[in-house]
């Protein structure tokens, strides 16, 4: 197995010299570079087409959406996957999906279509556009704003204690017995 290998490293740097001959087998001319880049292109390419044409077929699109909505019954569960024994809401839904899904609507006038049908509580989550991105950006926009106050805070507070500390470094020293002198006077009763 490693015949061919060991007959490369020593043809021209000898039989020791590995880190030489190494580099060299790593180290391709530009021409074949330019092939492998081809290569792990065309590569690339058909990954990204499997990956884009996995998600085309009807079904993954119905469970895509039937798991983009809840079931209205009460339950609080994900469309296609409420168990309820006997649920009349679910059926229901899960018929009118396959009806938009075949109607040839797009997604989101399928959601909304739902959502104007049963309101907005039948979203799993709310549809991007309009006054739906406030959910979206809001709780983000609460946690940056509040890391930066928490952190102007905190240097506001290290700011004062330095300032308080410069204040009473500069004022009157007193000896260590004068000091014990003027604490116990403050302490009786």
Same mark, same amino acid.
């Given at each position: ?7 490369? @490293? ?17 180290? &391709?001319?530009? !021409? ?8 792990? !292109? +065309? ?23 039937? /798991? ?15 168990? /309820?024994? +006997?649920? &009349?809401?679910? &059926? ?5 999906? /396959? ?8 997604? %989101? ?19 991007? +556009?309009?006054?739906?991105?406030? !959910? ?13 106050? %928490? +952190? ?6 290290? @700011? ?6 410069? !204040?009473?470094?500069?004022? &009157? ?17």
């Amino acid at each position: 197995m490693f015949e061919g290998f060991v007959a490369r @490293l020593s043809c021209r740097t000898g039989p020791l010299c590995v880190g030489r001959a190494f580099r060299a087998l790593c180290t &391709p001319s530009v !021409a074949a570079s330019d092939g492998r880049f081809r290569r792990f !292109a +065309g590569a690339g390419l058909v990954c990204l087409l499997a990956v884009v044409m996995l998600g085309a077929s009807p079904d993954a699109r119905f469970e895509k959406m039937g /798991h983009e909505m809840i079931c209205t019954c009460g339950c609080g569960q994900i469309l296609l996957e409420c168990n /309820h024994v +006997g649920c &009349p809401v679910s &059926p229901v839904m899960i018929s009118e999906l /396959h009806a938009q899904i075949d109607g040839g609507g797009s997604n %989101t006038s399928i959601f909304n279509w739902f959502a104007a049908k049963y309101g907005a509580i039948v979203l799993a989550s709310p549809i991007r +556009g309009g006054f739906d991105n406030v !959910a979206w950006v809001a709780p983000m926009a609460v946690f940056l704003l509040a890391t930066i106050g %928490t +952190g102007f805070l905190v240097r506001m507070w290290s @700011l004062r204690s330095r300032q308080r500390g410069a !204040a009473s470094s500069a004022g &009157p020293v007193m000896a260590g017995d004068a000091m014990r002198e003027r604490i116990r006077r403050e302490t009786e009763y």
